[in-house]
T-cell receptor, first 114, second 110 residues
Framework: GAVVSQHPSWVICKSGTSVKIECRSLDFQATTMFWYRQFPKQSLMLMAT?????????EQGVEKDKFLINHASLTLSTLTVTSAHPEDSSFYICSAGRQGYEQYFGPGTRLTVT | DAKTTQPNSMESNEEEPVHLPCNHSTISGTDYIHWYRQLPSQGPEYVIH???SNVNNRMASLAIAEDRKSSTLILHRATLRDAAVYYCILRDPGTYKYIFGTGTRLKVLA
């Protein structure tokens, strides 16, 4: 149990375009989902916390107008990278959790902006 | 947010036990201690968690110091598949956020 999926697993886009990444909890309802970014050889950095039906809470230094997060249901959250640039190329990982329980992570989405 | 400190890397021989330490001297009374591991190009995988008492599961054991300022993840018999980066994380009890530290890269020698 506790499976989290992400789609797509990898994406290449041109500079200036927008990319949407989906995160789904497949066998449980997630009251909270989190989005992380990871650069090569570095640790995961929390970008934002997403609660179903409410606005996401962004970590300091993360541009909320650039990284749009929508948590429309208890099983789906999306991250849209708007006007992507090469410096946004990274490994994006989501996690899903229920109150009082541990988080379960998705397999990640590798974004390359050319 | 309470932080954790781990050694950057460790090595172990296959089939031998591995003790991965973590310091969390600023831990609060309600912070849970979580351990995850990450293989290259994959999302982190849950290993174990605990609050005060030592914990065991099929993957590992977690030993928590009496003052809770440190903990140790114990892999009883390391295999080549256990080679990964291991993260010790304190979960914020109010927001449920995880703040990842640098982790320990475990290398298992055949």
């Amino acid at each position: 149990g506790a499976v989290v999926s992400q789609h797509p697993s990898w994406v290449i886009c041109k500079s200036g375009t927008s990319v949407k990444i989906e995160c789904r909890s497949l066998d449980f309802q997630a009251t909270t989902m989190f989005w992380y970014r990871q650069f090569p050889k570095q640790s995961l950095m929390l970008m934002a916390t997403s609660n179903e039906g409410s606005k996401a809470t962004y970590e300091q230094g993360v541009e909320k107008d650039k990284f749009l997060i929508n948590h429309a249901s208890l099983t789906l959250s999306t991250l849209t990278v708007t006007s992507a640039h090469p410096e946004d190329s990274s490994f994006y990982i989501c996690s899903a959790g229920r109150q009082g329980y541990e988080q379960y992570f998705g397999p990640g989405t590798r974004l390359t902006v050319t | 947010d309470a932080k954790t400190t781990q050694p950057n890397s460790m090595e172990s021989n296959e089939e031998e036990p591995v003790h991965l330490p973590c310091n969390h001297s600023t831990i609060s009374g309600t912070d849970y201690i979580h351990w995850y591991r990450q293989l290259p190009s994959q999302g982190p995988e849950y290993v174990i968690h605990g609050l005060t008492s030592n914990v065991n599961n099929r993957m590992a054991s977690l030993a928590i110091a009496e003052d809770r300022k440190s903990s140790t993840l114990i892999l009883h018999r390391a295999t080549l598949r256990d080679a990964a980066v291991y993260y010790c994380i304190l979960r914020d009890p109010g927001t449920y956020k995880y703040i990842f530290g640098t982790g320990t890269r475990l290398k298992v020698l055949a």
